[in-house]
């Protein structure tokens, strides 16, 4: 089973609509997830981090952590083809004294204008 | 201005060259980490660090070497050991279990 998986997409939406994307995590005691934004050929931005369980709202997105599931979504709220991008989900790991960032391989998502 | 630079931008290697790799970070940050991607694929973890003098390898560590010798510096030696190195490659640092920043990325080749 991989650390983090995400379904690889496309998944594609039309303009306006709202975007679902979803990761789920291996490892039980992840503290941290966060959610990435990368353009073809770019670095990752980040888009939204959450800690505890339940929703938390910037602007359109909205970032949703079940930790008795494993299992972390971004939903998109009128999605924008500026929205186009592959979306990467990240968990920190704490192993010890170490914290690693595990991603996954990234959804990508097309809005059609 | 604060923020991870990487440099170069692009990077050609010779068969059986070791090259470097250089990011820097002024935002004080104690972790870095070095990542690979590859073509339509996501982020491997290569070398990550929590604090000075000290790294962990990660799930592709074979074939890339790391220092930690100054906290704002974590440069990656890509070796002639790594048979395929041709990939984009993406430093980040973050504070203990926050969110990463990354650098814009080196895209290297084997020429």
């Known amino acids: 089973q991989k650390e983090v998986e995400q379904n690889s997409g496309p998944l594609s939406v039309p303009e306006g609509a709202i975007a679902s994307l979803n990761c789920t995590y291996s490892?039980?005691?992840?503290?941290?997830f966060f959610w990435y934004r990368q353009y073809s050929g770019k670095s990752p931005e980040l888009i939204m981090s959450i800690y505890s369980n339940g929703d938390k709202e910037d602007g359109r997105f909205t970032a949703q952590l079940n930790k008795a599931s494993q299992y972390v979504s971004l939903l998109i709220r009128d999605s924008q083809p500026s929205d186009s991008a592959t979306y990467l989900c990240a968990v920190n790991q704490r192993g010890g004294a170490t914290n690693k960032l595990i991603f996954g391989t990234g959804t990508l998502l097309a809005v059609q204008p | 201005d604060g923020g991870i630079t990487q440099s170069p931008k692009y990077l050609f290697r010779k068969e059986g060259q070791n090259v470097t790799l250089s990011c820097e970070q002024n935002l004080n940050h104690d972790a870095m980490y070095w990542y690979r991607q590859d073509p339509g694929q996501g982020l491997r973890l290569i070398y990550y660090?929590?604090?000075?003098?000290?790294?962990q390898k990660g799930d592709i560590a074979e074939g890339y070497s790391v220092s930690r010798e100054k906290k704002e510096s974590f440069p990656l030696t890509v070796t002639s050991a790594q048979k395929n190195p041709t990939a984009f490659y993406l430093c980040a640092s973050s504070l203990q279990g926050s969110e990463a920043f990354f650098g814009q990325g080196t895209r290297l080749t084997v020429v």
């Open positions: 660090s929590q604090i000075v003098n000290d790294f």
């Open positions: 490892d039980r005691v992840s503290q941290s």
